[in-house]
Each structure stands twice: as structure tokens, then as C-alpha cells.
């Protein structure tokens, strides 16, 4: 069935260094992969996100990039502050406003 | 993006009880989706709750435990019936119609 798997379940980055966080989808169908920030006690927030005909998004410090062959998509963050800490989840879906297949979580820790 | 609320944020419920959770959004949206987070866990999609039909169910979620309304397009119920401590999570719904879904803060529930 669909799955998505991502990788690491937790990390460790000083202040000021880059996180990269990676997923890979089974569902070729998949078209849609949105990148959430949770944290504690709170729902997860969309941070961002790429549809399937875009290789690469940025906003600013965080930008997304997406491998359709590998079916594989990736979260890079610069230049990370302790706010950045949080638990990250990847997603696909069908759709932009279909089911959303989550990955298992990691949880980013930015030391100061 | 919409705004979700949800209610109860948190509860503390017996073994054996039913609890509804209700979520309102700020705007008209066909689609709402509830999720279920186990603690520690990613999230899983227990239904997706269309105004004017049945909900439709995923793979290992019945509507006996699960019941879901949803009378109008701003808001929906989701019941956890006859609870055990198995079903301690978070209970989170969501929003999409053609666009990125978005998360209430959900439904601490925690059964003793």
C-alpha cells in the first residue's frame, strides 16, 4: 500500500548549521508533498510544500526539493535557530487537498 | 488559510465512555479529514467526513467505534466510542479543497 518513509527520526545540528531531512514515497501516483513543523502540544503547521512538476521550492531559509524518478523529496533548513526545533513530517498525497500518506517524524534539535 | 478549532483541547475519559470531538472552521470547506496521532507516533488518517454523505473509512477504522456528522460545510464530530487506553492520541482534524490541508491544534485524549 502507499507509505512514506523518512529518515533520520532525530537530529542534532548546532546553531547556525544546515538539517536536511529526506523521504521517499511508494505511490507513484503521487503529486503533491507537503512539509509540516509540529510542535509541542500543538497541530502541525505547513511549512511548505511542491507539487510534482517542480524540482525545487524555497522560502527563505527552508526549500524542498523533489526527485520524481527516485521518487524521493527532500527538507533543507539554513542556517537554523532554536526555534527550528521541532518535530518535522513529510506527507504525499494524490492532490493538494487529498489524503495525506504521512512519514514517521523527525525531530530536529538546534542547540544553541 | 482557515482557522480550526477544536474541542475538548484535552480530556481525561473511563474506559467504556464515548467522547465526540468537535471541530469548527472559519470558512466553508467540503472536505474535512480527521486524523489519529498515538503518542510519539506520526499520523494516521482515520476518515475523510464530505458534507451531505457518508464518511469514508480507512483501512483498520470502523464507523461503530468511530462515528462521524458532519450536518454542515464548517463543522464536523468525530465520537471515540467505548474507549480504551489503546486509544489514548491525539485527535486532529484537517482541512483541504484544492488547497494545502491545515490542522487544528486536536484532541489530547487520554483514557485511565
Known amino acids: 500500500g502507499e507509505n512514506v518513509e523518512q529518515h533520520p527520526s532525530t537530529l542534532s545540528v548546532q546553531e547556525g548549521d544546515s538539517a536536511v531531512i529526506k523521504c521517499t514515497y511508494s505511490?507513484?501516483?503521487?503529486?503533491?508533498f507537503p512539509w509540516y513543523k509540529q510542535e509541542l502540544g500543538k497541530g502541525p503547521q505547513l511549512i511548505i510544500d511542491i507539487r510534482s512538476n517542480v524540482g525545487e521550492k524555497k522560502d527563505q531559509r527552508i526549500a524542498v526539493t523533489l526527485n520524481k524518478t527516485a521518487k524521493h523529496f527532500s527538507l533543507h533548513i539554513t542556517e537554523t535557530q532554536p526555534e527550528d526545533s521541532a518535530v518535522y513530517f513529510c506527507a504525499a498525497s494524490r492532490g493538494q487537498g487529498g489524503k495525506l500518506i504521512f512519514g514517521q517524524g523527525t525531530e530536529l534539535s538546534v542547540k544553541p | 488559510s482557515a482557522v480550526i478549532s477544536q474541542k475538548p483541547s484535552r480530556d481525561i475519559c473511563q474506559r467504556g465512555t464515548s467522547l465526540t470531538i468537535q471541530c469548527q472552521v472559519d470558512s466553508q470547506v467540503t472536505m474535512m479529514f480527521w486524523y489519529r496521532q498515538q503518542p510519539g507516533q506520526s499520523l494516521t488518517l482515520i476518515a475523510t467526513?464530505?458534507?451531505?454523505?457518508?464518511?469514508?473509512?480507512e483501512s483498520g477504522f470502523v464507523i461503530d467505534k468511530f462515528p462521524i456528522s458532519r450536518p454542515n460545510l464548517t463543522f464536523s464530530t468525530l465520537t471515540v466510542s467505548n474507549m480504551s487506553p489503546e486509544d489514548s492520541s491525539i485527535y486532529l482534524c484537517s482541512v483541504g479543497q484544492e488547497k494545502p490541508q491545515h490542522f487544528g491544534d486536536g484532541t489530547r485524549l487520554s483514557i485511565l
Open positions: 505511490d507513484s501516483a503521487s503529486n503533491y
Open positions: 467526513a464530505n458534507q451531505g454523505s457518508e464518511a469514508t473509512y
